[in-house]
């Protein structure tokens, strides 16, 4: 968790399996990451494999009911919409979570970003 109390989180997901790394911690400002330590990891990207970083405004989303979106949701939607281009996987994204969360106050805020490595 960053200082300011938010998460992020980034999802890797192809059509035929699911990755998820774990949290990401925000960096609001450069003066941040002066003596800051990361863990690092490489991954080997193919073309098409998409990149999804979302807040936990977007995972934790809850529905009238009171159940969180979750990550699944966020694998399960990339999987739908794996022929739109990066803006649209987005729009997809967001229109799931508004949808699933309907009828419920917005609790956080629902930040996402898409790319597709391209090769």
Partial sequence: MSQ???RYR???ARIDREKLYAPVEAIRTLKE??????????IALSPGDWII???DGVSEALSAAGEEYGEG???ACAQRSASLDPPG???????DVREFTKGA???DDITAM???YEG
């Fill in 4 to 6: 300011h109390g938010k």
């Fill in 10 to 12: 980034s999802t890797r």
């Fill in 33 to 42: 990451l002066e003596g800051a330590k990361f863990d690092e990891e490489t």
């Fill in 53 to 55: 970083l979302f807040s």
């Fill in 73 to 75: 949701r966020i694998v």
């Fill in 89 to 95: 996987l987005l729009h997809a994204l967001f229109a």
């Fill in 105 to 107: 106050a917005q609790s």
């Fill in 114 to 116: 898409v790319l597709q």
